[in-house]
């Protein structure tokens, strides 16, 4: 009858830790869900729910690229285009810019050409004309002249102020050029 009365014991205090366990933990649980606080100041939120939107023109010209970019958003656009060259021995690229596009502009190490003037919706740039020199002699296959651009809100632009706008990489603006 020993046996029994010590294992009743041993069941019922291991039932009641259990229980007390229980019960603190429902407790500490309950807490967490329950605890709430109030924010207080503000952050300010930028969303732009239009922004610009437009698209490259490429039109061949011989060996030539014809590039122009037409801003088919419902806002004024700042855009600049980068032109790859083919870097292939007998291959020249050069370039033949209409007014108002330049390379003169801050962080420019890659070689983008920015229109310097906001692009109304449904117009376009003038063009930039990528010239093509192939040396016959030392390149015998095809090879591509590759055009991306990128464009950015007009809203930062004011005329006769150097800021273009923020693109990927940051704030551009242009810099001094020879003559000016």
Known sequence: M???SLAKRVALTVSAALVISLGVAAGTAWAYYTDT????????????PNPPE?????????????????NTGDVDAMVRVKVFDPQIDGVELTFEAAPGWTQ??????EGWWYYTEPVAPKASTPALKALVT?????????????VVQQCTSARAFEAGQPLL???????????AQDGE
């Open 104 to 109: 003169a502009v801050s962080d420019n190490d």
């Open 165 to 175: 706008g923020t693109f990927a990489d940051g704030e551009k603006y242009l810099t």
């Open 2 to 4: 020993g046996k029994q």
């Open 134 to 146: 192939v040396d016959t002699e030392k390149v015998a296959h095809g090879f591509d002249v590759a």
């Open 54 to 70: 437009t698209e490259v023109n490429e039109t061949p010209d011989g060996a030539n690229k014809v590039i122009s970019v037409t």
């Open 37 to 48: 606080t109030k924010a207080a100041g503000m952050i300010q939120f930028k969303y732009n």
